[in-house]
């Protein structure tokens, strides 16, 4: 990225925006909980914290700052279920969290999600293969012209974690027939994610891919701590701004 690019990039102070994204989201998972228990139908365990569906939602604002602060004002950002499907090539269709549209092309799609303890096992392979599938199905569909001809889209992913013991602890993995990459031998939770993000984004399956860790009482301060660089909300940011700034430039010299 030269200069004179870098200088039309607005951050729009993200880090500020992202400690208030992580009160959000553990304030909306206690009154999520709150609210069942009050009407008598708890969901089971951490269950209840989930089904409110609007976790993640600071997150979500901070993108939709970024794509107005750098310049792609008259851009469509669809944010509600019925608006943000994309076809498939391996299934007619997939949800996403937030879509950017631009003069009928296909500038962004984003995805956010969060993994709460004290389960890590099962559900971090799950997070895994959904990731992995859905970017497989997008880049395929993108090849095969299910969103016409235009230049290729910001995928991005954004995950946050729990940060307890459980997440941070070295964890065996083993495999009968055949050794597992020496990444993962003693790697916890967190690390795990880190790889992930890490791999998605060397093997071109995402643009960027981020991890966030967070304790409980990040309610309080919005506290979070991040892993590597490569999986850092800067570099995801920095490089979202960067691609709306050349749809900005690419609709201006059009």
């Known amino acids: ?147 016409g001809e235009q230049p290729r889209p910001f995928l991005g992913w954004v995950i946050l974690v729990e940060d307890t013991e459980a997440s941070r602890k070295p964890v065996r993995a083993t495999s009968k027939h055949f050794p597992v990459f020496k990444e993962f031998k003693g790697a916890s939770y967190a690390d795990r994610y880190d790889i992930l993000c890490r791999r998605l984004v060397q093997e071109q399956l995402y643009s960027a891919a981020s991890v966030l860790m967070s304790p409980r009482s990040g309610m309080n301060d919005g506290r979070f701590t991040e892993l590597t660089e490569m999986t850092k909300l800067r570099t995801l940011v920095s490089g979202f701004a960067g691609h709306i700034a050349a749809e900005v430039s690419r609709t201006n010299f059009s």
């Open 1 to 147: 990225m030269n200069q004179e690019t870098r200088k039309v990039l607005d951050l729009v102070e993200f880090e500020q925006q992202a400690r208030s994204a992580v009160q959000t989201f553990w304030s909306s998972r206690t009154e999520a909980r709150r609210q069942q228990t009050k009407f008598g139908k708890p969901d089971q365990g951490e269950r209840a914290g989930v089904t409110a569906g609007k976790n993640m939602d600071g997150f979500i604002r901070l993108f939709v700052d970024l794509v107005h602060a750098n310049g792609l004002i008259d851009a469509d950002v669809h944010l509600h279920r019925a608006a943000v499907t994309l076809p498939g090539y391996f299934r007619p269709t997939k949800f996403w969290d937030v879509l950017v549209v631009h003069r009928d092309r296909l500038v962004a799609a984003l995805e956010f999600k969060s993994h709460i303890g004290p389960s890590f096992g099962n559900n971090f392979n799950n997070r895994a293969e959904e990731a992995i599938g859905s970017a497989h199905d997008f880049w395929t569909a993108y090849r095969e012209g299910a969103f």
